[in-house]
């Protein structure tokens, strides 16, 4: 790998450095420049000792940093700030790209094999970028006799459901973008959306394979939804709340996996053929049906459709996590004392003394919610091991397997735990007036 | 159409109660460029989830074998005649250099025809894995794809110390193999094929005693004793279904009745036991290939000499061995000229092709794949 090419001239080298840095300052300027500005909009500027921060403040304040953390702070606290990086997309993004590599590993050390190497120099760490690269520029191909405005919005209605899905995941007390008091339902309104789309991918896509695929999918989904829903059910009668973020308050001592084991396992099973994930992947069973749904997709449409869908693994996770492992309680391993106080008291912000005193502590550096994300993610990455491990052990499984499995059996063990949950609520052991 | 039979589940298909059955058929080309086909296209057509005709349509890879063996002389036919299963050369060979040693009256050495014996075991192990990983892909359990495409470089490697080739061996020559092995090999031999063998017995942990595999391939496919008789089958279908024929015990060949193996039988017929039959003709490869390595002469000449371009008498002959698929047999007709005059090879591939319409025709498209490739079907084989 590292052979030095034949031809190789020092001055071809500096040459394609001065060129990289050249492109990278005209795309600054060019998209960089005005992104900032169009962000700028959107943040309510503190006022300062009665004059408001103005954008020519801010382009001062980039020459000195530390003039911009009132401005950081502010940001922080806005809603753009939610949906776009930390609780919402960016974060979500983060992680599942963080997922593909760990699947490909992992997968890659349980068949006895290296998996992405090249790519990046440390253990394929950049594989997952050239992949993108790569299906960024393929040519999308539609087929001629698609029902093409549908097939065109098929893998951004499919994003944009997984990107709804994780708004509604509470990360840290107080971080989640979407905080509504029927957050449960609206979960279970989101989910029911997905079976609608690839049902739309596999009509719309004029083809016989992904139709099958398509019908397959709605077939596992619309089945594998109620066990599903119904597994949640008993939290919802013990805690008496359908808001997620009052769930994971409510778990503060122990987490609901201690008395509803069944339905953690009802909902984990459920978790796997909502994914369409092995044992589970039979709209996408490869040496049946192609590739299922995914048949007629090429290019970045595909690349979308595998977005949505790891961002609908994490927020999947996400719910477990939240709905049984206790969310973000945990012993705390961060100093609870907010760090803010001290690093930002007393800044100098202006050259004539006007020194700032009311800034409170940044947000992002507050003990709990620095606490709670890092026992989120932990539990989070948790489950996901054991959603990517079923991949390296299990074939596929049939659609008559399938079915009666989801309506057979795990129906049934949902209702037994519901009957637990109401047996729980009833002796009076947890719930109003209850021991616990 | 219409007057098809739905052999299995008669009562629950709501397809035999309408009128116009046409009208609820989907027909689906499995092939040449499916995932699941290999080299060749099979025509399905589906009612719902089951299918209720098939046709399988090989010949993508026809080379026309048989005629380009017509125009060489019986040195120079060796190299193309293991093309058309490249992962079993030497089984295809074998019956090949039988035959052409019967016609030229050849005797072969003793250290060649248990040097010949390794090399065939060997090459039936590597072509076993190699079926074995495909079937694993087949049924989506990537695992399986990635354990024997692995645990075979072991005997590749092996395979060339021997031979010098890792696929394409052309090892077998008329009157004995092209040449004799490195000095330590009988050392290495045995310790990569007891490793070997550890491995195999781990394949039963990750595919065989799953679940789920034995809930998707358990009474699926089934081949009663008298349907796999009476279709032509071969090999490890055969086998599978109860009938305990195998080439290397009902008709010898070189030194094969001095060797103690067992042939493995099951009785169910189905594709569980269909894909089992091969593992377990693994475990009998690495007895054979201990055995032979210890009774092996440990000196001694590998070839006759040869003249160039021999010529065979005026007449036929017809030897058959055990390949990695089940009987595999070449008719070499002789006309006194340095050219065979007509070569035909049997192969087991499209034996056990035959009886694809058989067992997939009633059953669920899901099942396809698990049915067809236990069928221990080369396309490319069956083409030649």
Same mark, same amino acid.
């Given at each position: 790998m590292?052979?030095?090419?034949?031809k190789?001239?020092?001055g071809y080298?500096?040459?394609?450095?001065?060129d990289?840095?050249?492109w990278?300052i005209v795309? %600054?300027? $060019?998209?960089?420049i !005005?992104?900032?500005?169009?962000v700028?909009i959107? #943040?309510?500027?503190?006022?300062? @000792? =009665?004059?408001?921060w103005?954008?020519f403040r801010v382009?001062?304040?980039?020459t000195?940093?530390?003039?911009?953390?009132?401005l950081?702070?502010?940001?922080?606290q806005?809603?753009l700030?939610?949906?776009?990086?930390?609780?919402?997309?960016?974060f979500?993004?983060?992680?599942a790209a963080?997922v593909?590599f760990v699947e490909r590993?992992m997968?890659?050390? %349980?068949? $006895?094999?290296?998996g !992405?190497?090249?790519?990046?120099k440390v253990e394929? #760490?950049?594989?997952l970028?050239g @992949? =993108?690269l790569k299906l960024?520029?393929?040519e999308i191909?539609i087929?001629?006799k698609?029902?093409?405005?549908?097939f065109?919005?098929?893998p951004?209605l499919f994003?944009?459901?997984?990107g709804a899905f994780?708004?509604?995941i509470p990360v840290a007390p107080?971080?989640?973008v979407a905080?509504?008091?029927?957050?449960l339902l609206a979960v279970f309104a989101v989910?029911?959306f997905?079976p609608i789309?690839?049902?739309l991918a596999?009509?719309?896509s004029?083809?016989?394979?992904?139709?099958?695929?398509g019908?397959?999918?709605l077939y596992q989904?619309v089945?594998?939804?109620?066990?599903?829903?119904l597994?949640?059910l008993?939290?919802v009668m013990?805690?008496?709340?359908?808001?997620?973020?009052e769930?994971?308050?409510?778990q503060?001592?122990?987490?609901w996996?201690?008395?509803?084991?069944?339905g953690?396992?009802v909902?984990?099973?459920?978790i796997l053929?909502?994914?369409?994930?092995?044992?589970?992947?039979l709209?996408?069973?490869e040496?049946?049906i192609v590739a299922?749904?995914l048949?007629?997709?090429?290019?970045m449409m595909?690349?979308?459709v595998q977005?949505g869908?790891?961002l609908k693994?994490y927020?999947?996770a996400?719910?477990?996590?939240v709905?049984f492992?206790?969310?973000?309680?945990?012993?705390?391993?961060?100093p609870?004392e907010?760090m803010?106080e001290v690093?930002t008291?007393?800044i100098?912000?202006m050259?004539?003394?006007l020194?700032?005193?009311?800034i409170?502590?940044?947000p992002l550096?507050a003990g709990?919610m620095?606490?709670g994300t890092?026992?989120?993610?932990?539990k989070t990455?948790?489950?996901?091991?054991?959603?990517?491990?079923p991949?390296?052990v299990?074939?596929?499984?049939?659609?008559?397997?399938?079915?009666?499995i989801?309506?057979?059996?795990l129906i049934?063990l949902?209702?037994?735990?519901i009957?637990i949950?109401?047996?729980l609520?009833y002796g009076?052991?947890?719930g109003?007036?209850?021991i616990? | 159409?219409?007057?098809?039979?739905y052999p299995k589940?008669?009562e629950?298909?709501?397809g035999?109660q309408?009128e116009?059955?046409?009208d609820?058929?989907?027909?689906?080309?499995?092939?040449?460029q499916?995932p699941?086909s290999?080299?060749m296209?099979?025509?399905?057509?589906?009612?719902?989830?089951y299918?209720?005709h098939?046709?399988?349509?090989?010949?993508?890879?026809?080379?026309?074998?048989?005629?380009?063996?017509?125009?060489?002389?019986?040195?120079?036919n060796?190299?193309h005649?293991?093309r058309?299963?490249?992962h079993?050369?030497?089984?295809i060979l074998y019956?090949?250099c039988?035959?052409?040693e019967?016609?030229l009256?050849?005797?072969?050495?003793?250290r060649?025809?248990y040097?010949r014996v390794?090399a065939?075991e060997?090459n039936r192990?590597v072509?076993?894995?190699?079926?074995l990983?495909i079937?694993?892909?087949?049924?989506?359990h990537?695992?399986?794809?990635?354990?024997p495409?692995?645990?075979?470089?072991?005997l590749i490697d092996?395979?060339?110390?021997m031979t010098g080739a890792?696929?394409?061996?052309?090892?077998?020559v008329?009157?004995?193999v092209?040449?004799d092995?490195?000095?330590?090999?009988e050392?290495?031999c045995?310790r990569?094929?007891?490793?070997f063998?550890k491995r195999?017995?781990?394949?039963?942990?990750v595919f065989?005693?799953n679940?789920?595999l034995?809930?998707?391939?358990k009474?699926?496919?089934v081949?009663?004793?008298?349907d796999?008789?009476?279709?032509g089958t071969t090999g490890?279908?055969?086998r599978a279904s109860?009938?305990d024929?195998?080439?290397?015990?009902k008709?010898p060949?070189d030194v094969?009745?001095?060797?103690d193996?067992?042939?493995?039988v099951?009785?169910?017929?189905?594709?569980y036991?269909r894909?089992?039959i091969p593992w377990?003709d693994?475990?009998?490869?690495?007895?054979i290939i201990r055995?032979a390595?210890k009774k092996?002469?440990?000196?001694?000449?590998v070839r006759?000499k040869l003249?160039?371009?021999p010529?065979?008498?005026?007449t036929?002959v017809?030897r058959r061995?055990?390949?990695?698929?089940?009987?595999?047999?070449?008719?070499?007709?002789?006309r006194?000229t340095?050219?065979p005059?007509?070569?035909?090879?049997?192969?087991?591939?499209?034996?056990?092709l035959?009886?694809?319409?058989h067992?997939?025709t009633?059953?669920?498209?899901?099942n396809m794949?698990?049915?067809?490739?236990s069928?221990?079907?080369w396309p490319?084989?069956?083409?030649r």
């Amino acid at each position: 790998m590292s052979v030095i090419a034949p031809k190789f001239r020092l001055g071809y080298l500096v040459k394609g450095i001065t060129d990289n840095i050249f492109w990278i300052i005209v795309l %600054l300027t $060019l998209i960089g420049i !005005p992104v900032v500005q169009i962000v700028l909009i959107y #943040i309510d500027f503190p006022v300062i @000792d =009665g004059e408001i921060w103005n954008p020519f403040r801010v382009f001062d304040a980039m020459t000195h940093p530390e003039r911009a953390l009132p401005l950081v702070k502010n940001f922080m606290q806005t809603d753009l700030f939610k949906v776009v990086a930390f609780p919402g997309f960016g974060f979500a993004a983060l992680i599942a790209a963080a997922v593909i590599f760990v699947e490909r590993k992992m997968l890659a050390k %349980l068949q $006895l094999r290296v998996g !992405p190497f090249y790519c990046g120099k440390v253990e394929g #760490i950049l594989q997952l970028m050239g @992949d =993108g690269l790569k299906l960024i520029s393929k040519e999308i191909i539609i087929p001629a006799k698609a029902d093409k405005p549908l097939f065109w919005a098929v893998p951004v209605l499919f994003a944009a459901t997984a990107g709804a899905f994780v708004a509604l995941i509470p990360v840290a007390p107080g971080w989640v973008v979407a905080d509504i008091d029927l957050g449960l339902l609206a979960v279970f309104a989101v989910i029911g959306f997905f079976p609608i789309i690839t049902i739309l991918a596999g009509w719309s896509s004029n083809s016989k394979f992904p139709f099958i695929g398509g019908i397959r999918a709605l077939y596992q989904m619309v089945s594998f939804e109620i066990p599903l829903i119904l597994s949640l059910l008993g939290i919802v009668m013990l805690t008496g709340t359908l808001n997620l973020s009052e769930i994971v308050e409510s778990q503060s001592f122990f987490p609901w996996i201690v008395f509803m084991p069944i339905g953690a396992v009802v909902f984990f099973i459920c978790i796997l053929a909502e994914l369409e994930r092995i044992p589970f992947d039979l709209p996408e069973a490869e040496s049946e049906i192609v590739a299922g749904w995914l048949t007629e997709l090429s290019g970045m449409m595909y690349g979308l459709v595998q977005l949505g869908s790891y961002l609908k693994l994490y927020a999947f996770a996400a719910l477990f996590v939240v709905m049984f492992l206790g969310g973000w309680n945990g012993p705390s391993i961060f100093p609870m004392e907010p760090m803010a106080e001290v690093i930002t008291d007393g800044i100098v912000i202006m050259p004539d003394a006007l020194v700032v005193k009311d800034i409170p502590g940044l947000p992002l550096f507050a003990g709990e919610m620095i606490n709670g994300t890092i026992w989120f993610i932990l539990k989070t990455a948790a489950v996901i091991f054991f959603i990517l491990l079923p991949r390296g052990v299990f074939p596929r499984i049939r659609i008559d397997l399938l079915l009666k499995i989801g309506w057979y059996k795990l129906i049934v063990l949902a209702f037994v735990n519901i009957f637990i949950a109401l047996a729980l609520v009833y002796g009076g052991i947890i719930g109003p007036g209850g021991i616990i | 159409m219409s007057n098809q039979v739905y052999p299995k589940d008669k009562e629950i298909l709501p397809g035999l109660q309408i009128e116009k059955v046409d009208d609820r058929i989907m027909t689906l080309n499995v092939g040449p460029q499916h995932p699941g086909s290999g080299h060749m296209r099979i025509i399905i057509k589906v009612d719902g989830d089951y299918i209720v005709h098939t046709d399988p349509d090989p010949g993508y890879v026809h080379r026309g074998e048989e005629k380009m063996a017509e125009y060489r002389n019986y040195i120079t036919n060796i190299p193309h005649l293991e093309r058309p299963v490249i992962h079993d050369s030497c089984n295809i060979l074998y019956p090949y250099c039988l035959g052409v040693e019967e016609l030229l009256g050849l005797e072969v050495p003793e250290r060649a025809k248990y040097l010949r014996v390794i090399a065939a075991e060997l090459n039936r192990c590597v072509y076993i894995e190699y079926w074995l990983a495909i079937y694993g892909i087949f049924l989506g359990h990537s695992t399986m794809f990635m354990w024997p495409v692995g645990d075979r470089e072991l005997l590749i490697d092996l395979l060339d110390k021997m031979t010098g080739a890792r696929v394409t061996h052309a090892y077998f020559v008329p009157g004995g193999v092209r040449n004799d092995v490195p000095p330590n090999f009988e050392d290495v031999c045995l310790r990569q094929v007891n490793y070997f063998e550890k491995r195999l017995k781990e394949y039963a942990d990750v595919f065989y005693d799953n679940p789920i595999l034995i809930s998707r391939t358990k009474d699926t496919g089934v081949l009663s004793r008298e349907d796999a008789i009476k279709l032509g089958t071969t090999g490890s279908v055969l086998r599978a279904s109860g009938v305990d024929f195998d080439i290397r015990k009902k008709e010898p060949y070189d030194v094969y009745e001095e060797l103690d193996f067992q042939t493995s039988v099951l009785k169910e017929g189905d594709s569980y036991a269909r894909s089992k039959i091969p593992w377990l003709d693994m475990f009998e490869s690495c007895k054979i290939i201990r055995n032979a390595l210890k009774k092996m002469p440990k000196s001694g000449s590998v070839r006759v000499k040869l003249k160039p371009k021999p010529k065979g008498e005026d007449t036929e002959v017809y030897r058959r061995v055990e390949s990695g698929r089940g009987a595999l047999g070449m008719h070499i007709v002789s006309r006194g000229t340095p050219q065979p005059y007509r070569l035909k090879i049997s192969v087991p591939s499209f034996r056990n092709l035959i009886a694809m319409p058989h067992l997939l025709t009633g059953e669920k498209l899901g099942n396809m794949p698990a049915v067809y490739w236990s069928l221990n079907y080369w396309p490319v084989e069956a083409d030649r």
